[in-house]
T-cell receptor, first 115, second 111 residues
Framework: SAVISQKPSRDICQRGTSLTIQCQVDSQVTMMFWYRQQPGQSLTLIATANQGSEATYESGFVIDKFPISRPNLTFSTLTVSNMSPEDSSIYLC????????????FGPGTRLTVL | GNSVTQMEGPVTLSEEAFLTINCTYTATGYPSLFWYVQYPGEGLQLLLKATKADDKGSNKGFEATYRKETTSFHLEKGSVQVSDSAVYFCALTDSWGKLQFGAGTQVVVTP
């Protein structure tokens, strides 16, 4: 398995500001992902964080709003830019080593509230 | 594209009752199937998994069998406890490792 930590665990931010969320894995992984879970909803994939290159975004998500970095095999950041109350969600990082099972491990999430 | 459909909640049960949460999927190829659980105020945890047809995943008294003919992966537990109260997500991965989640089913177990 892999242990994933996220910082911050929660934050309350003002409209128009930006927040960067950090994700750290305790061992090397092949793929890292960022998800959003809006209140009372399921998880939606934002993007795949690619090591050393630009992230791959899902439909409805753009780099200007959610810039992502992945400088190495164990660390990634997600920035939520120019925030509005609609961005209030839990943001989760996940990682997988791929292979047969493609099992993904999740971080505890970052609970973001935008006022 | 891929999709996962699971029964709507909330599902309210008494302790020691039998639990079933239905999950069906649409996918190209042969996805791996998962059940994740989210306890109140906590992150997402993998509950069980199955990677090919007829595989049975099991953990903590929960079971689910990968049924290719009915494209289903129903979750069952014979005797639930109050501590099983949580939101349960059915999910599948494509060949790129991306997870597609169902909407989630809230389960409430009362004493």
């Amino acid at each position: 398995s892999a242990v994933i930590s996220q910082k911050p665990s929660r934050d309350i931010c003002q409209r128009g500001t930006s927040l960067t969320i950090q994700c750290q894995v305790d061992s090397q992984v092949t793929m890292m992902f960022w998800y959003r879970q809006q209140p009372g909803q399921s998880l939606t994939l934002i993007a795949t964080a690619n090591q050393g290159s630009e992230a791959t975004y899902e439909s409805g998500f753009v780099i200007d709003k959610f810039p992502i970095s992945r400088p190495n095999l164990t660390f990634s950041t997600l920035t939520v830019s120019n925030m509005s109350p609609e961005d209030s969600s839990i943001y989760l990082c996940s990682a997988t080593r791929g292979g047969t099972y493609n099992e993904q491990f999740f971080g505890p999430g970052t609970r973001l509230t935008v006022l | 594209g891929n999709s996962v459909t699971q029964m709507e909640g909330p599902v309210t049960l008494s302790e020691e009752a039998f639990l079933t949460i239905n999950c069906t999927y649409t996918a190209t190829g042969y996805p791996s199937l998962f059940w994740y659980v989210q306890y109140p105020g906590e992150g997402l945890q993998l509950l069980l998994k199955a990677t090919k047809a007829d595989d049975k995943g099991s953990n903590k008294g929960f079971e689910a069998t990968y049924r290719k003919e009915t494209t289903s992966f129903h979750l069952e537990k014979g005797s639930v406890q109050v501590s099983d109260s949580a939101v349960y997500f059915c999910a599948l991965t494509d060949s790129w490792g991306k997870l597609q989640f169902g909407a989630g089913t809230q389960v409430v177990v009362t004493p």
